[in-house]
């Protein structure tokens, strides 16, 4: 069983910065990516960003380029998502994903094998 759990959503205003941090646990975990997607009210959960485990290689969704950054931790299986210059079309339930079998892309939730629970983002104009 693997658990991903999320933390460092809150309230900000906007032009703010806030850092998510997602830690994964497991047995026999064997990780090839882990990835940022968020959901706003009564849309889909979309891509945010995605970091490849061998290679450090990562992908950004156009919306988000130049404001936020995926890294990885030094603690075993830790991704952070420092999120600056945020908006409030940033505004979202963010959601860590993680890939433990080789997957050809990164950007469709479909290619995921565990999520976390969710942390809420609420950027006020």
């Known amino acids: 069983q693997v658990q991903l759990v999320e933390s460092g959503g809150g309230l900000v205003q906007a032009g703010g910065s806030l850092r998510l941090s997602c830690a994964a646990s497991?047995?026999?975990?064997?990780?090839?990516?882990m990835g940022w997607f968020r959901q706003a009210p009564g849309n889909e959960r979309e891509f945010v960003a995605a970091?490849?485990?061998?290679?450090?290689?990562?992908n950004y969704a156009d919306s988000v380029k130049g404001r936020f950054t995926i890294s990885r931790g030094n603690v075993r299986n830790t991704v952070y998502l420092q999120m600056n210059g945020l908006k409030p079309e940033d505004t979202a339930v963010y959601y860590c994903?993680?890939?433990?079998?080789?997957?050809?892309?990164?950007?469709?939730?479909?290619?995921?094998?565990?999520w976390g629970q969710g942390t809420q983002v609420t950027v006020s104009s």
């Open positions: 994903a993680a890939q433990t079998t080789p997957r050809a892309g990164y950007t469709r939730t479909a290619l995921y094998d565990y």
């Open positions: 497991g047995r026999s975990l064997r990780m090839y990516a």
């Open positions: 970091l490849k485990w061998f290679g450090g290689g990562t």
